[in-house]
């Protein structure tokens, strides 16, 4: 079984900063990508950022300059930087994986439960 345990968040003021963590964990074989994406009340959820296992980024337009994600391979665990933070970010971040297990070495998408930014004064 696999979880993604999402950390950090919480509310921001306009042009603050804010940072994401989350980990994996159980029976992986290797993690192929891991990324970030958020829903905002009455939306769809949308991509914030992705990351491959060779540290390729990914980034939305709306986030390009202001948020980074990295990642750290040895402890599966991503992060996601958020600088310059608008009102209109606020929304559930959401972690996402794409991995393989010791026990199914197709790749899957896993998702974490989500973590609540609120940007606002």
């Known amino acids: 079984q696999v979880q993604l345990g999402e950390s950090g968040g919480g509310l921001g003021q306009p042009g603050g900063s804010l940072r994401l963590s989350c980990a994996a964990s159980?029976?992986?074989?290797?993690?192929?990508?891991m990324g970030w994406f958020r829903q905002a009340p009455g939306k769809e959820r949308e991509l914030v950022a992705t990351?491959?296992?060779?540290?390729?980024?990914n980034y939305a337009d709306s986030v390009k300059g202001r948020f980074t994600i990295s990642r750290d391979n040895a402890k599966n665990a991503a992060f996601l930087q958020m600088n310059s933070l608008k009102p209109e970010d606020t929304a559930v971040y959401y972690c996402?994986?794409?991995?393989?297990?010791?026990?199914?070495?197709?790749?899957?998408?896993?998702w974490g439960r989500g973590a609540q930014v609120t940007v606002s004064s």
């Open positions: 159980g029976s992986i074989l290797r993690i192929s990508a």
């Open positions: 990351i491959t296992s060779g540290g390729s980024t």
């Open positions: 996402n994986a794409v991995l393989n297990l010791y026990t199914n070495t197709v790749y899957r998408n896993y």
